[in-house]
C-alpha cells in the first residue's frame, strides 16, 4: 500500500480490470441519461477539487451544463473502484466531468467557478479529506484549454496572495481516460440531501471577466 499523499508508479499501481463500469440511467437533476452520447456542439470539462460528493453540485446548477459525471482520472489503473482510488495505490484524482454549451457559458466561467469552490492551495488534501485522490487538477482536451486553464491559475494565484493564501498546487495535464465512478456516487447529494460534502472555497472571487 502507498502512503496516501504520494502517488504511485505505474510499477506500484494496481493493475485494475478491463470491463468498463455502466451507469444506465438518468442524471438525477438534468434528466440526461449518464452513458447518452455527447451532442457534437459542446465540450467536456474535466476538474478535482476535492471529494466529487460536493464539487459535482457545483456544475449542474450552471445554466449551459448538459451533464456532469463523477469519475477518476489521472491515475495508472484501469477502471478503478472507489476503495481501490482511497487506498492511494491507483493515482487518481476524483473528478467532475462537465459537458457543457460553450454559446451558453465559457471554458473559463467553468474554471473560475472550479477556483472558488475549493481551496488550491492545499496540495494532497482539501480540508480534513487527505489523500492523492484530493488533489486540485484541471484536465484539458485542447490547446485554447491549456490556455485559457494557465491564464485563470496565474490570475487567481494572484488574488490568492493577496489575500495571504500560500502557492496554487492545482495541475494542469492533458485528459487522461476517464473512469466513470459507481452508481452510488453520481448525484450524491441529491440522492443523499443531507450527506457529507467536504467541498468550500477560500472567499476569495476569481477574476475571469479580464480574459
Known amino acids: 500500500m502507498q502512503t496516501k499523499t504520494i502517488l504511485p508508479t505505474a510499477a506500484t499501481a494496481l493493475p485494475g480490470r478491463p470491463e468498463p463500469l455502466i451507469v444506465d440511467r438518468d442524471h438525477l437533476v438534468l434528466a440526461v441519461g449518464l452513458m447518452a452520447p455527447r451532442p457534437g456542439n459542446l465540450e467536456t470539462a474535466f476538474v478535482g477539487l476535492g471529494c466529487f460528493w460536493g464539487a459535482e453540485k457545483a456544475f449542474w446548477k450552471i445554466s449551459g451544463v448538459w451533464r ?48 472558488e469552490s475549493h481551496d488550491p492551495t492545499q496540495g494532497m488534501r482539501q480540508g480534513a479529506d487527505v489523500g492523492t485522490q484530493y488533489r486540485s487538477e484541471i484536465y484539458t482536451t485542447t490547446e485554447e484549454q491549456v490556455r485559457i486553464a ?30 466513470l465512478a459507481e452508481e452510488y456516487h453520481q448525484q450524491y447529494l441529491i440522492a443523499n440531501p443531507q450527506g457529507y460534502c467536504g467541498i468550500g472555497g477560500t472567499g476569495v472571487s476569481c477574476p475571469v471577466g479580464v480574459l
Open 68 to 115: 456532469t459525471r463523477v469519475g477518476y482520472q489521472g491515475g495508472f489503473t484501469a477502471n478503478p473502484t472507489y476503495r481501490e482510488v482511497c487506498s492511494g495505490d491507483t493515482g487518481h484524482t476524483e473528478v467532475v466531468e462537465i459537458d457543457f454549451d460553450p454559446t451558453v457559458v465559457t471554458y473559463a466561467q467553468l474554471i473560475a467557478t472550479f477556483f
Open 150 to 179: 494557465n491564464e485563470v491559475r496565474e490570475q487567481y494565484a494572484a488574488r490568492l496572495r493577496e489575500a495571504g493564501f500560500g502557492p496554487v498546487t492545482t495541475e494542469i495535464a492533458p485528459a487522461a481516460p476517464f473512469y
